[in-house]
C-alpha cells in the first residue's frame, strides 16, 4: 500500500458491468506497481437507481482492503471496542474503511476477511472529487482526464 500505484485504462472508454445486487453495476480496472500488474485493481460499484447518490469505491487484493462507502443515508457500527480505539462506535452516512485500521482484522491469509472498521467520510459531496480523494489517499496516480463516470438511471423508479 505505501508504493505509488498507477490506475490502467483510467482515460479509455469504461465498460460497466451489472452487480451482483439488483440495480448495481461494477467497475474493475487493473492497478500497477513499478510496471507490473499483479492482481490489484480498483473497482467501483454504482447504485445509478438510488434515489440520492450512492457508491462504493476500493482495493481489491485478494480480498477487498480498502473501501470507500459513500452513502448519505448508510449506517455503520465499529463494534464494542470502538471508543478505547478511538473509533465512533455508530456512523451515520459516508464513511471510509482504511487499511491501516482494519489489517489487524487479517487471522490469516486463507481466510476471508471483513472490513469491519470506518471513520467518517465528509471530504467530497460528489463522485469525482471522492475518486480522486480516494486515489490521493491511496497512492493511486490516476489521469488529471481520467473518464471514469457513474453510471447514468437505466429507468424511472
Not at 1 to 27: C, H, N
Not at 64 to 89: K, M, P, V, Y
Not at 97 to 126: M, Y
Not at 136 to 154: A, S, V
Request: glycine letters at 8%; hydrophobic letters at 40%.
Amino acid at each position: 500500500m505505501s508504493l505509488d500505484k498507477r490506475l490502467v485504462g483510467a482515460d479509455e472508454i469504461m465498460s460497466w458491468q451489472p452487480g451482483r445486487e439488483p440495480d448495481t453495476y461494477f467497475l474493475k480496472l487493473p492497478l500497477e506497481v513499478d510496471g507490473e500488474q499483479m492482481g490489484q485493481s480498483l473497482f467501483v460499484k454504482a447504485y445509478p437507481l438510488h434515489p440520492t447518490q450512492r457508491f462504493s469505491i476500493g482495493i481489491i487484493f485478494e480480498p477487498t482492503i480498502c473501501r470507500l462507502d459513500f452513502w448519505l443515508e448508510g449506517i455503520h457500527s465499529n463494534g464494542l471496542t470502538a471508543t478505547s480505539e478511538g473509533l465512533s462506535a455508530l456512523i451515520n452516512g459516508s464513511h471510509y474503511h482504511p487499511w491501516e485500521i482494519n489489517k489487524g482484522c487479517v487471522e490469516s491469509p486463507n481466510k476471508l476477511f471483513k472490513l469491519q472498521k470506518a471513520v467518517p467520510f465528509t471530504d467530497a459531496r460528489q463522485f469525482d472529487s471522492a475518486l480522486r480523494w480516494f486515489c490521493g489517499e491511496n497512492k493511486i496516480l490516476l489521469p488529471p482526464k481520467h473518464t471514469i463516470e457513474l453510471p447514468l438511471r437505466t429507468r424511472l423508479i
